[in-house]
């Protein structure tokens, strides 16, 4: 298990979020570096296929873009994005070899049942790709706010040290904030 070494001073990682419009057949896919101290140091871009099985690959090809050897973690606005395209946590820890932390912000009972209704003839594969990713874990910020992570090559303390040090306010890490103002913006262009 590598760790999220928090005791470095120029400390970056890479946030992803996406957006996209209902009608669309991909999501645009945006990746923020940014440093503890606030910091933007990069941008890229990606695309994920909407009810697809390509968001594990298209995050990959983005960190593979930046060719940065001083990003120490990923940041990741959810698992499953782009309508049920389940990011597989373990494979992009293993390809990337730095620790890998989902948030969620909101309390669920599992969505096997939306996925059933949305893939009647093929939901087998998808529920095992969700599955897989295994149960959150709910921690609270240093500003009171609750949310829900899934980590891979990382404990949960050094996330919550880690996700403290990135939020300024509310539940919502500033590089994942940022991240998602970008998709939406590049969405619109």
Same mark, same amino acid.
């Given at each position: ?11 970056? &990682?890479? %946030?992803?979020? !996406?957006?996209?419009?209902? /009608? @669309?057949?991909?999501? *645009? ?5 940014? #440093? ?9 871009? &990606?695309? %994920?296929?909407? !009810?697809?099985?390509?968001? /594990? @690959?298209?995050?990959? *090809? ?5 060719? #940065? ?121």
């Amino acid at each position: 298990m590598n760790h999220i070494r928090l005791e470095k001073k120029g400390l970056r &990682g890479l %946030a992803v979020a !996406e957006s996209f419009r209902e /009608t @669309d057949r991909v999501s *645009s896919l945006a990746g923020v570096v940014m #440093r503890r101290d606030f910091v933007i140091d990069g941008f890229v871009f &990606g695309k %994920a296929t909407i !009810e697809g099985d390509d968001a /594990t @690959d298209a995050i990959i *090809s983005m960190y593979e873009k930046l060719a #940065r050897q001083d990003i120490s973690f990923i940041l990741l606005s959810g698992l499953i994005i782009s309508m049920y395209n389940i990011v597989d946590i373990k494979k992009l820890w293993k390809e990337t070899k730095i620790p890998i932390v989902g948030v969620t912000y909101e309390e669920s009972g599992g969505i096997e049942d939306a996925i059933k209704h949305h893939f009647p003839s093929s939901y087998e594969s998808k529920i095992s790709q969700y599955k897989k990713l295994g149960p959150r874990t709910e921690i609270s910020l240093h500003t009171k706010h609750e949310i829900y992570l899934r980590l891979e090559g990382c404990r949960v303390n050094e996330a919550k040290k880690l996700l403290d040090s990135f939020t300024l306010q509310g539940a919502v890490p500033e590089p994942l904030r940022v991240a998602h103002l970008l998709a939406k913006a590049e969405l619109n262009l």
